[in-house]
């Protein structure tokens, strides 16, 4: 099956530093990757689409200068916390779709972000 | 109106029992169903897509129902191993994202 991977697992940084998460299609191009947010005992909460090679497609409520993704290959998808507070905290997840499966995502295993 | 609800739990069960789990969805529009499990701490996994005919995977039973939009999983044989959170999730049509319910628990005690 698809594999998708993240990078770091889990990071601990200070208030006010940026972060960068890397999400990775292993054996499939990814033309569309997605990244989710999930605070303790919630769902997850879609924060953004991107698709190779343009901008990304924010969901309401999510600042677009805070959270930068740039997906720039067809298997890498990057998001930066910009100047992370402690309300950042959460479960960071990215997901990636290829073309001709519209709907079947492939999740990556997450990566858990602390700010102190 | 949340876009998908389910019953969050949990709902413990005594291995060996069968449990049901519902969803419903607001957008009548929807065309693709699904249900992911979630473990604590990991990435959703995909458990099974839901067809309009009903389908099974093993001990796992989904059904759809269009016209009360609603979408069920059944478990059968329950295990230890199904302690899980499972999700239902829709598509967003027009919009080729997924919208994921809040996830209803289930904890399956020896």
């Known amino acids: 099956g698809a594999v998708v991977s993240q990078h770091p697992s889990w990071v601990i940084c200070k208030s006010g530093t940026s972060v960068k998460i890397e999400c990775r299609s292993l054996d499939f191009q990814a033309t569309t990757m997605f990244w989710y947010r999930q605070f303790p005992k919630q769902s997850l909460m879609l924060m953004a689409t991107s698709n190779e090679g343009s901008k990304a497609t924010y969901e309401q409520g999510v600042e677009k200068d805070k959270f930068l993704i740039n997906h720039a290959s067809l298997t890498l998808s990057t998001l930066t916390v910009t100047s992370a507070h402690p309300e950042d905290s959460s479960f960071y997840i990215c997901s990636a779709r290829t073309s001709g499966r519209t709907d079947t995502q492939y999740f990556g295993p997450g990566t858990r972000l602390t700010v102190l | 109106r949340k876009e998908v609800e389910q019953d969050p739990g949990p709902f413990n069960v005594p291995e060996g029992a069968t449990v049901a789990f519902n969803c419903t969805y607001s957008n009548s529009a929807s065309q693709s169903f699904f249900w992911y499990r979630q473990d604590c701490r990991k990435e959703p996994k995909l458990l099974m897509s839901?067809?309009?005919s009903g389908n099974e995977d093993g001990r796992f039973t989904a059904q759809l129902n269009r016209a009360s939009q609603y979408i069920s999983l059944l478990i059968r044989d329950s295990k230890l191993s199904d302690s899980a959170t499972y999700l239902c999730v829709v598509n967003s049509p027009g919009f080729q994202k997924l919208v994921f319910g809040t996830g209803t628990r289930l904890l399956v005690s020896p």
């Open positions: 839901v067809y309009s």
